[in-house]
T-cell receptor, first 116, second 117 residues
């Protein structure tokens, strides 16, 4: 299957700072990327959908000013958690797919964010 | 709206036992895909299977098998002769073709499987 690389795998940051997470499709062009959040022992919840060159579409209840998503190229999407707080501590995982709604989405390795 | 329900929160078995993980879904789309993913303690999601809504054939891959019953909106996953390495969280998921659900994976709550030696 195709490879999606997510970086960093884990990050610890101080409250009030911003953290950027990168999601790269290494061997295919990802027209659509998705960002999920997973709290401990819970399911993955979709945060937003980003299409290359356009603004991200956020799910209900997700603060777009707090979770900034940029999908500037067909191989890279970034999620920036701005002014992070301890309640933002979570596992963030991205997925990428090429054209077509039913295309299998390939997942990154995930990023464990801890805000202290 | 789409919904995926995995009623079993946790399952504990002894090695070599067979175990079935249940998945029931809801969608208004006539065309959709169903998935199973494995999430080991490291956190990454491991793709196991994708099945489209028009293919109700059961599938077997090694010790894994899947039973898709469209009439009951279920897509159950069976592990035969379980092993300790099968211990993980398993997610059932759905992608639909229609409306606001277009292209989005909806996940079930996950089932924590623990296989004891």
């Amino acid at each position: 299957g195709a490879v999606v690389s997510q970086h960093p795998s884990w990050v610890i940051c101080k409250s009030g700072t911003s953290v950027k997470i990168e999601c790269r499709s290494l061997d295919f062009q990802a027209t659509t990327m998705f960002w999920y959040r997973q709290f401990p022992k819970q399911s993955l919840m979709l945060m937003a959908t980003s299409n290359e060159g356009s603004k991200a579409t956020y799910e209900q209840g997700v603060e777009k000013d707090k979770f900034l998503i940029n999908h500037a190229s067909l191989t890279l999407s970034t999620l920036t958690v701005t002014s992070a707080h301890p309640e933002d501590s979570s596992f963030y995982i991205c997925s990428a797919s090429s054209t077509g709604w039913d295309t299998e989405a390939f997942f990154g390795q995930g990023t464990r964010l801890t805000v202290v | 709206a789409q919904k995926v329900t995995q009623a079993q929160t946790e399952i504990s078995v002894v090695e070599k036992e067979d175990v079935t993980l249940d998945c029931v879904y809801e969608t208004r789309d006539t065309t959709y895909y169903l998935f199973w993913y494995k999430q080991p303690p490291s956190g990454e999601l491991v793709f196991l299977i994708r099945r489209n809504s028009f293919d109700e054939q059961n599938e077997i891959s090694g010790r894994y098998s899947w039973n898709f019953q469209k009439s009951t909106s279920s897509f159950n996953f069976t592990i035969t002769a379980s092993q300790v390495v099968d211990s993980a969280v398993y997610f059932c998921a759905l992608i639909g073709a229609g409306g606001t659900s277009y292209g989005k994976l909806t996940f079930g709550q996950g089932t924590i499987l623990t296989v004891h030696p």
